[in-house]
């Protein structure tokens, strides 16, 4: 059983377009997040939701936009796509963002990840 | 702004040798460094992880270290297969709950 599962695992397209990621967990976590990966393998943060709700926006192009249907799905849609979008895209989630008890970051568990190539 | 530096990008060892990966961070409230291997076309998996309470800990061939007054981390394999090879990630959280800051990756080579 696949734990966080995300599609399509390859996107080709072209500039300009909007395309769209989706990603589900089935982990039963309350907060879900998507990464950007470059060709370099540097992973960095863009979205986190907790519950449905936005928790953190790494000053991220207004052309990504996600969206959180409920705390089992985290998708992420990208308008007019730029050569600059090419990577490789992951969703992650984990138990809660850690904030509460003891304050103890909770492990965050990735996708696959979804290779988006801009022609 | 906050950053997490890793070496050495890249590792070649002989089958049965260690394998030593360092990262540094700057955040002084980072107090979780989790370690990630990440194989060609897949997702990072989780193989580790050390909260700001502990020094050191261990899972069979797999260590990790934790000097917070120098603020680095260290990851240890220990009798290193071939199937070690991969990319590992070493990331410290942010004062920000939830986030992770990650370095720039190792890959690792194991020759049999």
């Known amino acids: 059983d696949t734990a966080v599962s995300q599609t399509p695992k390859y996107l080709v397209t072209q500039m300009g377009n909007d395309k769209s990621i989706k990603c589900e967990q089935n982990l039963g976590h309350d907060t879900m997040y998507w990464y950007k990966q470059d060709s370099k393998k540097f992973l960095k943060i863009m979205f986190s939701y907790n519950n449905k709700e936005l928790i953190i926006n790494e000053t991220v192009p207004n052309r990504f936009s996600p969206k959180s249907p409920d705390k089992a799905h985290l998708n992420l849609h990208i308008n007019s796509l730029e050569l600059g979008d090419s990577a490789v895209y992951f969703c992650?989630?984990?138990?809660?963002?850690?904030?509460?008890?003891?304050?103890?970051?909770?492990?965050?568990?990735f996708g696959d990840g979804t290779r988006l190539s801009i022609l | 702004g906050e950053n997490v530096e890793q070496h050495p990008s890249t590792l070649s060892v002989q089958e049965g040798d260690s394998a030593v990966i360092k990262c540094t961070y700057s955040?002084?409230?980072?107090?979780?460094f989790p370690w990630y291997k990440q194989e060609l076309g897949k997702g990072p998996q989780l193989i580790i992880d050390i909260r700001s309470n502990v020094g050191e800990k261990k899972d069979q061939r797999i260590a990790v270290t934790l000097n917070k007054t120098a603020k680095h981390f260290s990851l240890h394999i220990t009798e290193t297969q071939p199937e070690d090879s991969a990319v590992y990630l070493c990331a410290a959280s942010h004062r920000q709950w939830g986030k992770l800051i990650f370095g720039q990756g190792t890959t690792l080579q194991v020759k049999p």
């Open positions: 992650a989630s984990s138990q809660d963002l850690g904030q509460g008890g003891l304050g103890m970051m909770q492990p965050q568990h």
């Open positions: 955040d002084s409230a980072s107090n979780y």
